[in-house]
C-alpha cells in the first residue's frame, strides 16, 4: 500500500519560515518524480515544486528563490524548505509521487492528504 505522509505544516507570520516533510512509503521511492502542491481556500490545486532522483528540481515562478525542494533517497522522505513566506502561501500542502518535473497534477499518481500552511501578515 502506498502512503504518502506530510508533515511541518504550521502558522507562522509573513517573513517566516517552515520545513514540510513527506514521508513515503510502498512505492520504489527513487524511481518517481517527486512534487509538492498546494491548494488555497477557493482556487485550483497548483503545482510548487518538483524533483527527480538526480536532484534536478523546478520550481513555479511564485516560490522561485524562497522555497527549496530536496529529496532523501535513503529515508524515503521528501522535504520543502519554506522562507520568506507572504500571506499568499497560505495552503494546504500536498505531496506527489509521479512521472514528471512538469509541475501539473495528470503526471503524478500518488498523492498525500496535505498539511496546512498559514501565514499572517
Known amino acids: 500500500q502506498v502512503q504518502l505522509v506530510e508533515s511541518g505544516g504550521g502558522s507562522v507570520q509573513a517573513g517566516g519560515s517552515l520545513r514540510l516533510a513527506c514521508a513515503v512509503s510502498g512505492l520504489t521511492y527513487s524511481s518517481y518524480c517527486m512534487g509538492w502542491f498546494r491548494q488555497a481556500p477557493g482556487k485550483e490545486r497548483e503545482g510548487v515544486a518538483s524533483?527527480?532522483?538526480?536532484?534536478?528540481?523546478n520550481y513555479a515562478d511564485s516560490v522561485k528563490g524562497r522555497f527549496t525542494i530536496s529529496r532523501d533517497n535513503a529515508k524515503n522522505t521528501l522535504y520543502l524548505q519554506m522562507n520568506n513566506l507572504k500571506p499568499d502561501d497560505t495552503a494546504m500542502y500536498y505531496c506527489a509521487a509521479g512521472e514528471s518535473l512538469l509541475l501539473r497534477e495528470g503526471w503524478y499518481n500518488y498523492w498525500g492528504q496535505g498539511t496546512q500552511v498559514t501565514v499572517s501578515s
Open positions: 524533483v527527480i532522483s538526480n536532484g534536478r528540481t
